[in-house]
Structures are given as structure tokens and as C-alpha cells.
């Protein structure tokens, strides 16, 4: 049985690349960047002013002037409009362009107007204030996005402001998500007393509604023909597939048996985990890659995280991101010889520190202990006892 690093390190080298496509940049929230952004203008192309008021020339507030007659208004947007004189000022509004003869901006609040004048009531100005200046934060050609940024609210202002109305992002892979198992019913059906509503699939589905991709979905009754039928057709259509069930001892157990006839090479099966134990992984030769998870759903979303994630962000180049930490809040045992991925409740402490509180439930089918935590913390295989205050690693799927 291969160690959850040897896992996760053999499914970041099937990373796939499914190529980049065009789409208008209006569209692209959540998407990846695969191109380099320039700056067609200075950022701000121009001296901005950022404050309604006037706006003067400093020397004559230095030579002790304080009273300007209003040459005229200035709104943002328009040209700019000189003074003749430095007896004279422009009231001007916030995101106007500075006149070249002006030099300073005055607030309202710090002047009084009577009879088309402008009368400063501050004793000190600081020449040049209230502008943000031309070129202060970008200069005309400088690179402000690179390729893997995750486009996200600010990256897409940042697409507007610089005009780059279509952008080049990565492709999404096609993704069908398949349960299995002849227990199951559709989640609007009344379950006959031995059976269950299928619920994980559409926990899988949620995540990668999360990481803006669509899945298809699909359902496997335990019969390897059908099984082998729709498998096939789905090795065909998707470059994804993200299976749930069917791949521990069980009699009916077909996955691993099926994929194999249909040429999908296992690359490994059983990680050293709880949960997730009986994770299963494979890929087609110049075809698709095969996720099968176990079925029960914490093993199934704990496997999500910690494995399809990483390797969505690896198949797309998004930016690496940095791993999370937080402090066990509670001592612990687990005495098995396998990799704990334990559930926590996290809270934040006044002094700003991450505290993630156990909450174990009843195993990997408990299903309701999962929807009241926020994470999994990865506790290190060689370790049985874990002290509270000790630092591990964590996977959050709820953001608090
Ligand atoms: N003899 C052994 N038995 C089992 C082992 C083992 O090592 N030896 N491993 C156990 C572990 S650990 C897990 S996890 C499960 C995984 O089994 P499968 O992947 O084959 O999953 P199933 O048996 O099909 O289902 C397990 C459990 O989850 C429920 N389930 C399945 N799909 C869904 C769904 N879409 N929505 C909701 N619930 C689902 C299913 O009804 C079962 O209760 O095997 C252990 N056994
Ligand atoms: O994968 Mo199992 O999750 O250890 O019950």
C-alpha cells in the first residue's frame, strides 16, 4: 500500500493539458489566465485628482494667498482647463484630469465659496496633495498579469481597465461524475427501508461548481455489463472521470475489474489513509484519467480535496498557492498504521491565530458529522499521540 505523498505524487504527474481558449474577458471569473497582460496606458493614465474641490497652484498658497477666483468647473472626464493667473483656481472633481499650470488640490471641506471665490481655510497644504499621480501605480507597458493567475474580482477590473476584452485562459477538462451501487435512489425518491438517497455525487458536483467547472453525471447499477457499457462510452466523451463506490472486497465490487478490461491502467489502488483507504487511480494510455473513490462520503470528499483539487490546479498552471496551518486544539490518539485525515471545526483566536477543534463522528459514513466541520487536518503518519497546540497542515473546504 503507497503512502499518501506517494499518492498524491503519482497523481500530479498524470496532471493533464487540455490547451487554451479565447473567451471574453466578462466571462472569465474563476478562470486561469494563460497569458501575460501589459498595461496599454499609464496607471492612472493621467494625474488624477482624488478629492472634490479646487485645485491651485502651491506657490501662490506659499506666497500667502488664500483667497482664488473660480476661473471655471472642471468635471472628470473633461480637458483640462488652465488658469490665466495664480490669483485663479478650478473646482474640480475627484477622477478629473489636473490642469499642467495647477499643481494642488484643495478639499470642500477645507475652503468656503462666495461670489465665484474660493477661500482656503487651512494654514499649511502639502503641494501636491489629493493627486494620485500619473503612472504612480503601473507604467504604460508594464506587465500587470501573468499567465496562471486566477481571475478573480480584482483581476477581472484589472482586464476592464486595461481594455483586454478577450483573454486567453486555459481549457477546463471535461468531467462526468459516475455513482455506483444498487442501494441507491435518487435524492426526490422515498428509499425502500435498506436503501439510501444518493448524495455524494452531488457533493463532488458542488466542489467543482466551486472551481467553475460542469460535470456530467452519471449513475453505475452494480452489473458489469452495464457498468462496462457506460464506462466505455464515458472513456470516450470525458477527460475526467470521478467515480464514487464499488472498488473495495466487496462481491459486487466491479470498478477496478471493469477499468482494467477497458485498458485503463491502474496506477495505484489503496493509499495509506483513513479515510479513503480503498482510493483507486488510474489513466488510459493518451486518454483520460480514472479517479475512483471510495464510496462512503467523507472518504469520498476527503479525496476530492486532497487529491482532484491539487491535481485540477496542476493541470491548469493556476498559481501555486501556499498550504494551510492550523493549531489542534485538543490532545488525540490514533493508534492505526495509517495517515489520519481528522475532522475540525476552525475557529479564529483574538490573537489571530487558526484553531482547528476535532470533531470525529462515527467514520467515513457519517456523513452528518461532516456538514458541522470545516476541514481535515492531515495529522503525520509516524505519530499515535498528538498534542493540543501542535501545528498541522489542514484541507478547508468550508470558508468561514
Ligand atoms: N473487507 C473490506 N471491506 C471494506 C474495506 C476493506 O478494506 N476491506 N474498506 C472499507 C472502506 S475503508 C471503505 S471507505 C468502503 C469503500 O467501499 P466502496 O468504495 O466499494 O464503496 P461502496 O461499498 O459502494 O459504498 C460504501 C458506502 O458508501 C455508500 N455510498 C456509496 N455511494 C454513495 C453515494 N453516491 N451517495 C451516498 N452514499 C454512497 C454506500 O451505500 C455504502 O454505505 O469499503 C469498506 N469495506
Ligand atoms: O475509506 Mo474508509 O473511508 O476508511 O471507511
Not at 48 to 75: C, H, L, P, W
Not at 311 to 335: G, I
Not at 372 to 393: C, I, N, Q, R, S
Request: glycine fraction near 6%; aromatic fraction near 8%; charge should be negative.
Amino acid at each position: 500500500m503507497i503512502t499518501v505523498e506517494q499518492a498524491e505524487k503519482l497523481i500530479l504527474a498524470n496532471a493533464g493539458d487540455y490547451g487554451n481558449e479565447i473567451i471574453s474577458f466578462d466571462g472569465s471569473l474563476g478562470r486561469v489566465l494563460a497569458e501575460t497582460i501589459k498595461s496599454d496606458r499609464d496607471l492612472p493614465p493621467f494625474n488624477r485628482v482624488s478629492m472634490d474641490g479646487i485645485a491651485i497652484k502651491y506657490e501662490a498658497f506659499a506666497n500667502g494667498q488664500r483667497t482664488f477666483t473660480i476661473k471655471a468647473t472642471q468635471a472628470a472626464g473633461d480637458t483640462p482647463i488652465d488658469i490665466d493667473t495664480q490669483n485663479e483656481c478650478v473646482e474640480i472633481m475627484t477622477g478629473a484630469a489636473l490642469p499642467e499650470s495647477l499643481d494642488t488640490v484643495v478639499r470642500y471641506e477645507d475652503i468656503t465659496i462666495e461670489d465665484e471665490k474660493a477661500t482656503v481655510v487651512l494654514n499649511e497644504l502639502r503641494k501636491g496633495q489629493n493627486l494620485h499621480l500619473q503612472g504612480a501605480d503601473r507604467k504604460k507597458g508594464d506587465i500587470v498579469l501573468t499567465p496562471g493567475r486566477l481571475i478573480t474580482p480584482a483581476v477581472l477590473n484589472m482586464l476592464a481597465s486595461v481594455g483586454e476584452v478577450e483573454v486567453r485562459v486555459k481549457r477546463k477538462p471535461r468531467v462526468v461524475i459516475l455513482s455506483s451501487g444498487n442501494e441507491l435512489v435518487e435524492a426526490d425518491k422515498t428509499p425502500s427501508p435498506f436503501q439510501i438517497r444518493r448524495s455524494n455525487n452531488y457533493m463532488v458536483r458542488a466542489v467543482l461548481d466551486q472551481l467553475g467547472i460542469d460535470a456530467a453525471m452519471l449513475h453505475l447499477p452494480d452489473e458489469p455489463t452495464v457498468i462496462k457499457q457506460t464506462l466505455q462510452q464515458c472513456l470516450y466523451n470525458f477527460d475526467v472521470l470521478l467515480l464514487s463506490g464499488g472498488i473495495s472486497m466487496g462481491k459486487f465490487d466491479y470498478i477496478p475489474e471493469v477499468l482494467n478490461e477497458l485498458r485503463v491502467e491502474q496506477i495505484f489502488h489503496k493509499v495509506q489513509q483513513r479515510p479513503g483507504k480503498p482510493f483507486w487511480f488510474g489513466k488510459q494510455a493518451e486518454g483520460p484519467v480514472v479517479f475512483a473513490f471510495p464510496g462512503n462520503p467523507v472518504a469520498t470528499f476527503m479525496c476530492v480535496q486532497r487529491y482532484f483539487v491539487p491535481w485540477l490546479n496542476k493541470t491548469l498552471s493556476v498559481d501555486e498557492r501556499t498550504s494551510k496551518y492550523a493549531v489542534l486544539d485538543r490532545d488525540l490518539k490514533f493508534e492505526p498504521e495509517l495517515k489520519y485525515f481528522l475532522q475540525v471545526q476552525l475557529t479564529s483566536s483574538a490573537e489571530g491565530v487558526l484553531l482547528a477543534m476535532p470533531v470525529e463522528g462515527n467514520g467515513s459514513g457519517d456523513f452528518a458529522n461532516l456538514a458541522d466541520t470545516d476541514a481535515f487536518m492531515e495529522l503525520p503518519l509516524e505519530k499515535k499521540e498528538f498534542k493540543k497546540g501542535e501545528v498541522y497542515k489542514i484541507w478547508q473546504f468550508n470558508i468561514l
